[in-house]
């Protein structure tokens, strides 16, 4: 089992930063890739960014590339998602996940077989 906690949400002006946090304790060790993925109301979970431990190899979409970066430090079981230059849309739950399989498609939640409980990001314009 792997436990995921998220951190650092909260009420920001478009053009501003914020730094999630996600705290994995439990079976750590598993896991291969973390990602990050948002649900804004009304519409479907959708992949933000991802990293695989070994390598560092990063993933993002397109609408938040070159905007925003995911980083880890094995040594606290953390990943961090640094959001820079936020705009309005970008308003959304932002979930932690964490995959256990050797090989899945990191760009879907069906990838990861652990969450986090969420945390709130609101962009003013």
């Known amino acids: 089992q792997v436990q995921l906690v998220e951190s650092g949400g909260g009420l920001v002006q478009a053009g501003g930063s914020l730094r999630l946090s996600c705290a994995a304790s439990?079976?750590?060790?598993?896991?291969?890739?973390m990602g990050w993925f948002r649900q804004a109301p009304g519409k479907e979970r959708e992949f933000v960014a991802a990293i695989r431990w070994s390598g560092r190899i990063t993933d993002y979409a397109d609408s938040v590339k070159g905007r925003f970066t995911i980083s880890g430090d094995n040594a606290k079981n953390t990943v961090y998602l640094q959001l820079n230059s936020l705009k309005p849309e970008d308003t959304a739950v932002y979930y932690c996940?964490?995959?256990?399989?050797?090989?899945?498609?990191?760009?879907?939640?069906?990838?990861?077989?652990?969450w986090g409980q969420g945390t709130q990001v609101t962009v003013s314009s």
């Open positions: 996940a964490a995959s256990t399989y050797y090989s899945a498609p990191y760009r879907a939640r069906a990838g990861y077989n652990y």
């Open positions: 439990g079976r750590t060790f598993s896991s291969y890739v």
